[in-house]
Each structure stands twice: as structure tokens, then as C-alpha cells.
């Protein structure tokens, strides 16, 4: 779950590591913004979303707007789904997705910029990256109509320049031929001798370090992470292969894996996988935001309406992916409704340096 953060110099790409982790975002009235149903209606009631899309899909198509710039980091099997969706319930309006780890998404935002470019309508990805991209200017605000379904730490309250249109749901995973479920509850039973060496922990995970640091404090944090590193683990790099080696029985637990992952494994290849119920949930967003000057104004926030509605959250969940909003289930069951959410929040990716190199140097990771 390592970010990579990019800094302009001399016309030029510098990209230094970083990563962070989370709480919610304080929650200042929403009148810092203008929302959806009041930029699309005159009136003084709020617009219900099927309404706000209706007006925004009319405009765009008086305007000739046929298309959607999107900026994802969204996996291509995900976007061949939910993105035909869209156009499915608008017709003539397509979305035409650049597909780019959350790296690389920065860097060519960043280019276009640099260059007078504005291309990009609607932007689509990690938390700290996107953050980035934010804090350059380079979205604006956009309170979509379906604002209310999501829960404070999957939206910006402060500014309204973004909302997670689906989360990962960090949790340990077991291989139920070696743990019974419910022998392990929370992360430190991974410090007990019984797992030593039979555990894997992602190399890029100081994110949870740095929830830990919120939820229990900087001593305690750095207890649990000493004790899981003293409990000889098998260092990976990339959760869908930890978790496959996981079902395979390589090792007996993960310290974290996205939740859709496992779930994918359990119910869809009947793999035996199950996962830990911690409390709370340690849970990352992945934000959307609104470009700047998009080249598609009406279509990009229709789009941003229908991503945020239950719809768009629907096509979301097709794909075994957790949506964000409180009005649509994940569509496999158990997998965030144990224990409330812990949202990761982007505000905390200035902590990420030192968090990062304190869990490097733990691990041992170099």
C-alpha cells in the first residue's frame, strides 16, 4: 500500500515515497461548497440524485458531450463492467478510461498541467495520491447529490473536493486448514509463538503503522509492529499474490489483505479462506474528485452523480468490489458489518515519511 508522491522541479518529475494511514475528517458544514442539486436547479429544495442526473445528462448532451475523460487506477477487468453501465443507463455519453497505477496517474496529471493541458474530467485514485493532486489545485469542489449516503470518512466534509466511491477493507487473513476462525480476534495475536515464521506481512503496509499510531498511540503502535517483526514473518510484495499463497497454504495468516480479495477467494474459488473481525475496521478510500477545467464539464458530473448513486455503486459491487456508500451491500456477505469502519484519511500523508522509514527499518525492509 506504498504512495508515491510527486513533486514538480525544473519542469521535471521527482517522485519520492511516502505513505500514511487514517481517521475520519472533521465534519464543518457543508455550505463550504456548492452542491449538486443546487447547481442544477433553481428551486430552493434539494434535488433527489435521479433528478440532478437528468438535468446534468440533458445539459451534456445539448452541449455535444459524448464522452467522459477518467484518470483511474480502477483494474481493467473492473472498468470493462461498471464503466458500460454508464452509458448503458446514458446513452450517447461513453467514459473513456486511462487506466494508470496511482504513480504514474500523478505524473501525467502533473505533465498536462505543466503544459496548459486540460484533459482530464474526472479523477479516480489512491487516497494519498489523489491528496497530491488536490492540494496542486488541480480538482474543485463538487458535493454530488447522494452526499448524505456515505459516512464522514468516505467524504470531504471541509471542502467537498472529493468522495471514495468504493474502500478497501484491510483486514488479516487466515487459512482456515491452519486457524480456525475466531482463534485469531485482533493483529497482535499474530505476536503469539504459536505463528511464528507462519505468517506474511506486504512490505508496503506502513499505512497500518500509522492507524495504529491514531487509534492507540505512537508507544503502543510501535509495540505492535516490533512484535510482529520479532515473530519472524515472510515479507511479500503485492497482496493479490499474498493472498493467493494464502488460500494455497504457503503461510497461515496475512497481518492484512483487502478485504475483496479474500472474499473473492472464499466465495467465488472456494478457497479455504476466511478473515479476522478486528475492531474497528481499518478502511482506505479510494477518492473521486472533479478536474479542475474539465473539457466535459455536464458529463463529468454526471458521471461523479452516477458513480455516488446506488446505481453506480451497484455496478461497483458486481465486480466483488466494497462500495462506499451506506445504501448498497458489498455483494459478498460478512466482510465489513462486524465492527465499525477505522477510515484511512488522506489529511495523514504527511506523516508518511517518518512512519515509513521507522516500519522499514522494524522489518528490516530495504
Known amino acids: 500500500?506504498?504512495?508515491?508522491?510527486?513533486?514538480?522541479?525544473?519542469?521535471?518529475?521527482?517522485?519520492?515515497?511516502?505513505?500514511?494511514?487514517?481517521?475520519?475528517?472533521?465534519?464543518?458544514?457543508?455550505?463550504?461548497?456548492?452542491?449538486?442539486?443546487?447547481?442544477?436547479?433553481?428551486?430552493g429544495a434539494p434535488q433527489s440524485a435521479d433528478q440532478v442526473m437528468a438535468t446534468l445528462y440533458a445539459a451534456a448532451k445539448a452541449d455535444g458531450e459524448k464522452t467522459v475523460?477518467?484518470?483511474?487506477?480502477?483494474?481493467?477487468?473492473?472498468?470493462?463492467?461498471?464503466?458500460?453501465?454508464?452509458?448503458?443507463?446514458?446513452?450517447?455519453?461513453?467514459?473513456?478510461?486511462?487506466?494508470?497505477?496511482?504513480?504514474?496517474?500523478?505524473?501525467?496529471?502533473?505533465?498536462?498541467?505543466?503544459?496548459g493541458q486540460n484533459?482530464?474530467?474526472?479523477?479516480?485514485?489512491s487516497s494519498f495520491d489523489a491528496l497530491y493532486l488536490i492540494d496542486q489545485g488541480y480538482t474543485q469542489p463538487?458535493?454530488?447529490?447522494?452526499?448524505?449516503?456515505?459516512?464522514?470518512?468516505?467524504?470531504?466534509?471541509?471542502?467537498?473536493?472529493?468522495?471514495?466511491?468504493r474502500e478497501n477493507n484491510e483486514l488479516p487473513g487466515i487459512?482456515?486448514?491452519?486457524?480456525?476462525?475466531?482463534?485469531?480476534?485482533?493483529?497482535?495475536?499474530?505476536?503469539?509463538?504459536?505463528?511464528?515464521?507462519?505468517?506474511?506481512?506486504?512490505?508496503?503496509?506502513?499505512?497500518?503503522?500509522?492507524?495504529?499510531?491514531?487509534?492507540?498511540?505512537?508507544?503502543?503502535?510501535?509495540?505492535i509492529v516490533k512484535c510482529l517483526a520479532a515473530n519472524h514473518p515472510s515479507m511479500r510484495s503485492g497482496h493479490t499474490a499474498m493472498a493467493d499463497l494464502l488460500a494455497a497454504g504457503e503461510f497461515w495468516a496475512t497481518f492484512m489483505n483487502h478485504g475483496h480479495e479474500l472474499t473473492k477467494l472464499k466465495y467465488d474459488k472456494k478457497a479455504p479462506i476466511d478473515w479476522v473481525h478486528t475492531n474497528p475496521i481499518i478502511t482506505d478510500p479510494v477518492l473521486t474528485a472533479l478536474a479542475q477545467k474539465p473539457p466535459h464539464p455536464s458529463a463529468a458530473k454526471l458521471f461523479i452523480e452516477w458513480l455516488?448513486?446506488?446505481?453506480?455503486?451497484?455496478?461497483?459491487?458486481?465486480?466483488?468490489?466494497?462500495?462506499?456508500?451506506?445504501?448498497?451491500?458489498?455483494?459478498?456477505?460478512?466482510?465489513n458489518d462486524f465492527a465499525p469502519k477505522y477510515y484511512i484519511s488522506p489529511k495523514w500523508a504527511a506523516e508518511s515519511n517518518a512512519d515509513t522509514k521507522f516500519w522499514d527499518q522494524t522489518f528490516g525492509i530495504q
Not at 500500500?1 to 518529475?13: K, Y
Not at 484533459?119 to 485514485?125: A, F, G, R, Y
Not at 476462525?181 to 495475536?189: A, C, F, L, S, Y
Request: one cysteine or more; aromatic letters at 8%.
Open 69 to 115: 475523460a477518467f484518470y483511474s487506477s480502477m483494474n481493467t477487468g473492473d472498468a470493462k463492467v461498471i464503466l458500460p453501465a454508464f452509458t448503458k443507463q446514458f446513452p450517447g455519453i461513453t467514459v473513456d478510461e486511462t487506466r494508470l497505477d496511482s504513480t504514474k496517474l500523478v505524473a501525467k496529471v502533473v505533465a498536462e498541467k505543466k503544459a
Open 308 to 335: 455516488a448513486s446506488p446505481s453506480g455503486q451497484q455496478a461497483i459491487a458486481s465486480r466483488g468490489r466494497v462500495p462506499s456508500s451506506t445504501k448498497v451491500k458489498p455483494k459478498y456477505p460478512g466482510i
Open 142 to 165: 463538487y458535493q454530488n447529490a447522494s452526499w448524505n449516503d456515505y459516512q464522514a470518512g468516505a467524504r470531504d466534509d471541509e471542502k467537498h473536493l472529493w468522495f471514495a466511491d
Open 1 to 43: 500500500m506504498r504512495s508515491l508522491f510527486a513533486s514538480v522541479i525544473a519542469g521535471g518529475l521527482v517522485v519520492a515515497s511516502a505513505c500514511g494511514g487514517a481517521a475520519p475528517a472533521a465534519n464543518p458544514s457543508p455550505s463550504a461548497a456548492p452542491s449538486a442539486a443546487a447547481s442544477a436547479s433553481s428551486g
Open 119 to 125: 484533459l482530464v474530467d474526472v479523477i479516480e485514485t
Open 175 to 223: 487459512n482456515t486448514t491452519k486457524i480456525k476462525p475466531g482463534e485469531i480476534t485482533t493483529w497482535t495475536d499474530l505476536c503469539k509463538p504459536q505463528y511464528s515464521g507462519h505468517f506474511a506481512v506486504e512490505v508496503g503496509d506502513s499505512v497500518m503503522y500509522t492507524a495504529f499510531i491514531h487509534l492507540y498511540g505512537k508507544d503502543k503502535a510501535q509495540q
